[in-house]
């Protein structure tokens, strides 16, 4: 069945529907579409042409314990620069049907799942990032008062096909102890994910099936809560240049402790992680893919997640992998650690001011395991808790405070160290300071708008940059903004500057936006996940409409 | 190939005239305790409730939610309603949510969607995205913030208070 008949088929039933529903069948979805014309791109393949990516949810919910679900997606006439080339033209991207009870739900189809924070599986969807990784088959789970189970296994979703690798697995959380009175409980979890993925011609000293395990415990209490997650996953041959060493075998591990501390205008919460040889994917070659294909878990870089122009140069991406490029490059995964506090100064103080202040302060620290790292014999000997070579560390403090009715701002400061020759496995380290004033004012009516400058300030790479941004609202509806960002210290790249001028028009669940500019190449991080963009030059639109 | 795409457009805005009333699925969430609840059981009186979807790292969202803190004891009293802040922060940063939601003050209740699970049922893709839902019923839906629009959702709160 071509997929116009699909889709034509779907608006008959919609047609149906409209004669005949009842209060509790109805079907609901969302539009999104995402396109640009690329003036000049450094990517020869984009120059002076369209691409687009959209993307038509559709689910029918019948009597509230059913819901049918599908997805298309449309690459048209090409996908944006920098998705994955298996993207193309238009297909059914997921399917699922979902049976749902009050203790009991069964899927077959597309599945969404994460076991404990994600160290062994996560699937999820990001259409930024061109991130599907859901998997194609059954699950089962059932949840009652103390106890949850979840069972599934299936096939990995890779772009429009499925991986050749099979997935299977189970996620389980008891609580142990729950003191209804006071708030204070205990659970305790524990997942399998095995992955089995056909022989190759050569016999591997290792098993076509890779087994991994995983133990949680958590505290929870009015004040104060601490949480410990191991994950161990089984031998399995090392990816390098694509493909899996007969030689070099390895297991993995990881360790995740977690504590917090609660009181009223304060918060603080502190985490350790150590990754070895973490990385788990259905299919073994598509290790490192940068479309992260086939990849099951979820490992993201546990830093600030930023949200202006100049902190999101030089973001740390996790390192959980075995990497040999050369004697003096040698990974094994990462250790770190990352502490936040939150604190609010209260209304009519000194400091607080009449309407109170908000700070926030983080601090992140993420090495190389330290060890015996031998080239030649392909093999490394550990250290449990030793730091070896720093990939990043960052100290952010950000002040928010409203002056006035009508005035408030955000003040970020981020002292920042970048390893880029052990992250991103090319040369320099870049010593940086970010310093970002935002200013809101609201102006009469609905009218507002926001001002903004940054600086960033290095010796290093690329040298200083500067930043600002104007947005102009008005209403709640309409607004439009031009911002830029100039890196005028770069004599070798002829000081390059990125500007972009765009409007946006939002009603209800729509949004429209379209923009004109420049874009930064480069990596580009959302959710802890990064990915390189080329830069380009080009006129944007996007759509995204729920209903 | 460009028809499918205008096909698929023209579809997408004939489903938007679609307008029949929707209700909130019942998707378990995660709270505080580390322990499950699920929609039906949060939103079970009849009270009208704004339904906040937000993440730490979110400054428009966080705006949203600092400034309908700075509103809310003023306007309960006026009219009964229940924001609930529901976070999509995944495992990356959903361990600063509790401390955020402290240092903040914030008088909301707070509940984790951590994998996306309640996000994608309700189909929404770009934060914020704030709901407002009485007995289950999706009233009226709202994507992006800007300063001062706190006040506009009230003001559709008590519009639908009059009906």
């Known amino acids: 069945m071509t997929l116009n008949r699909v889709v034509l088929f779907l608006v008959f039933l919609l047609f149906i529907y409209k004669g005949f529903s009842q209060s509790n069948n ?5 539009f999104e579409s995402n396109g640009v014309y690329y003036e000049d791109s450094e990517s020869t393949d984009y120059n002076k042409k369209f691409a687009s990516n959209s993307y038509l949810n559709l689910k029918y919910n019948l009597n ?29 991207s997921t399917f699922s049907i979902d049976f749902n009870t009050t203790n009991f739900n069964f899927t077959l189809g597309t599945l969404y799942e994460q076991f404990g924070s994600g160290i062994l599986l996560r699937t999820w969807e990001d259409r930024q990032l061109g991130i599907n990784n859901s998997l194609w088959g059954i699950r089962s789970s059932y949840n009652k008062d103390n106890l949850s189970f979840v069972l599934l296994g299936g096939y990995q979703k890779k772009a429009n096909t499925i991986s050749e690798g099979k997935v299977f697995g189970f996620d389980s959380e008891f609580v142990v102890y729950d003191d209804k009175n006071s708030f204070r409980n205990l659970i305790l979890g524990l997942s399998y994910l095995g992955r089995l993925e056909a022989p190759h011609y050569v016999s591997y000293p290792f098993e076509d099936l890779t087994n991994s395990f995983s133990g949680r415990i958590d505290y929870n209490s009015n004040n104060f809560y601490m949480n410990y997650e191991y994950a161990y996953k089984t031998k399995d041959g090392v990816v390098k240049f694509n493909s899996v060493s007969e030689t070099f075998v390895k297991n993995g591990n990881a360790h995740l402790i977690n504590i917090g501390l609660i009181k009223d205008g304060l918060g603080l919460d502190f985490t350790f992680r150590r990754l070895e040889n973490m990385g788990f994917y259905s299919e073994r070659v598509e290790f490192g893919s940068p479309y992260f294909e086939t990849t099951l878990n979820y490992l993201p870089a546990l830093t600030k997640q930023h949200d202006y122009l100049l902190t999101n140069i030089n973001v740390y991406q996790s390192q959980p992998n075995i990497s040999f490029q050369d004697p003096s490059l040698m990974k094994a995964g990462e250790i770190g650690f990352q502490l936040d506090a939150y604190y609010n100064i209260k209304k009519e103080t000194f400091i607080g001011g009449k309407y109170g202040t908000k700070i926030s302060l983080n601090i992140s620290k993420w090495n190389n395991l330290k060890g015996n790292y031998d080239y030649d014999n392909e093999d490394y000997d550990l250290d449990l808790l030793g730091f070896g070579e720093k990939y990043f560390s960052e100290q952010s403090l950000e002040i928010r405070k409203k002056w006035t009715n009508s005035f408030s701002n955000i003040i970020l400061f981020v002292n920042r160290y970048y390893n880029k020759r052990f992250v991103e496995e090319k040369v320099g380290e870049i010593n940086s300071k970010i310093i970002v004033f935002d200013n809101t004012f609201k102006l009469s009516g609905e009218k507002s708008t926001r001002f903004e400058i940054q600086h960033l300030f290095t010796e290093d790479d690329k040298k200083n940059w500067f930043g600002y941004g104007i947005e ?6 309409f607004s439009a903004y031009f911002n830029s960002i100039i890196n005028y210290e770069n004599e070798i790249e002829n000081n390059p500057t990125y500007s972009n001028i765009g409007v946006s028009y939002s009603k209800n669940a729509s949004k429209f936006m379209v923009s004109y500019g420049k874009q930064r ?16 030059k080009g006129l944007s639109f996007s759509i995204i409409t729920s209903f | 190939m460009f028809k499918k795409l205008v096909f698929t457009l023209i579809l997408a805005f004939y489903i938007t005239e679609f307008n029949a009333q929707k209700l909130v699925p019942n998707i378990p969430l995660e709270t505080f305790k580390g322990t499950y609840t699920t929609m039906n059981k949060e939103l079970n009186e009849d009270n009208f409730y704004i339904l906040s979807f937000w993440a730490t790292w979110c400054v428009p969202c966080i705006n949203e939610l600092d400034a309908l803190n700075e509103v809310y004891d003023e306007l309960s009293k006026e009219l009964k309603f229940k924001v609930y802040a529901i976070s999509t922060d995944d495992s990356r940063t959903k361990r600063r949510v509790r401390p955020l939601v402290n240092g903040k003050s914030w008088k909301f209740d707070v509940l984790l969607d951590e994998n996306h699970d309640l996000k994608r049922a309700l189909n929404i893709s770009g934060l914020p995205h704030t709901i407002i839902t009485k007995q289950n019923q999706i009233l009226h839906r709202r994507v992006g913030y800007a300063p001062g629009e706190e006040l506009g959702l009230l003001d559709k709160l008590k519009e639908y208070d009059i009906e």
Do not use: A, H
């Open chain 1, 64 to 92: 509230n314990k059913w819901v049918f679900d599908l997805q298309t997606e449309s690459y048209i006439p090409k996908q944006l620069q920098n998705y994955s080339d298996l993207l193309e033209d238009t297909f059914i």
């Open chain 1, 472 to 477: 102009y609202n008005f209403n709640y509806n």
């Open chain 1, 26 to 30: 109805f079907f609901y979805g969302s």
């Open chain 1, 521 to 536: 190449g480069g990596l580009m991080c959302y959710g802890g996940v990064c990915r390189y963009v080329p830069e380009f």
